[in-house]
């Protein structure tokens, strides 16, 4: 059974920062797999969908590696900002249906 | 084009007590999902629907019922509400192998 496991479970920094948010996943068999910010009490927004044939994608100050082998994906922050601070939720689409979610990485930015 | 939206915002229900949560989308999108998230947790996925007329279980599919008859609609209806169905519910939409679109969620109560 697929499993996705996000670390840290929570960080916080200062703004300016650069920073990586850690996705895992125990099934390398992905079609692919997406990135996804949550507003307290809010929904989802996309960030990126990153395709199992994609090693990375980028838009603006974020970017999103994928490594299938080794069931790995990075969210990288640049020069985070306080307007950055969310909660951050990887899933991967593995039967080519539903996703399945971490639990996410809730980020502080401090000004 | 307003995207995934879902009706109501926000419910409170009474244990035995039924009701149907609405989920439209207007991007044409053949996939629908129904998924709850619980606090402190990531998504997970309770009936998702590949196309008008067809429609299969996810992982918590138990004390729900839906129903696709139009691309646009896919309402998620509670039978008997129990304490265990409080959550925040949220419907998504998408192409076949795309990204995944989602609503503004409905949060419900069951006391």
């Known amino acids: 059974k697929q499993e996705v496991t996000q670390i840290p479970a929570a960080l916080s920094v200062p703004e300016g920062e650069n920073l990586v948010l850690n996705c895992s996943f125990t099934?390398?068999?992905?079609?692919?797999l997406q990135w996804f910010r949550q507003d307290p009490g809010k929904g989802l927004t996309s960030l990126l969908l990153i395709q199992s044939s994609q090693r990375e994608q980028t838009s603006g100050r974020l970017n999103a590696s994928l490594d299938k082998s080794s069931g790995r994906s990075t969210l990288y922050i640049a020069a985070s900002q306080p307007g950055d601070s969310a909660t951050y939720l990887c899933a991967v689409n593995q039967a080519g249906t539903a996703l399945i979610f971490g639990k996410g990485t809730t980020l502080s930015v401090s000004s | 084009n307003a995207g995934v939206t879902q009706t109501p915002k926000f419910r409170i229900l009474k244990i035995g007590q039924s009701m149907t949560l609405q989920c439209t989308q207007d991007m044409n999108h053949n996939y629908m999902y129904w998924y709850r998230q619980d606090p402190g947790m990531g998504l997970k996925l309770i009936y998702y629907s590949v196309g008008a007329g067809i429609t299969d279980k996810g992982e918590v599919p138990n004390g729900y019922n839906v129903s696709r008859s139009t691309t646009e609609d896919f309402p998620l209806r509670l039978e008997l509400a129990a304490p265990s169905q409080t959550s925040v519910y949220f419907c998504a939409s998408s192409r076949t192998l795309a990204e995944q679109y989602f609503g503004p969620g409905t949060r419900l109560t069951v006391t």
């Open positions: 099934d390398s068999a992905i079609y692919n």
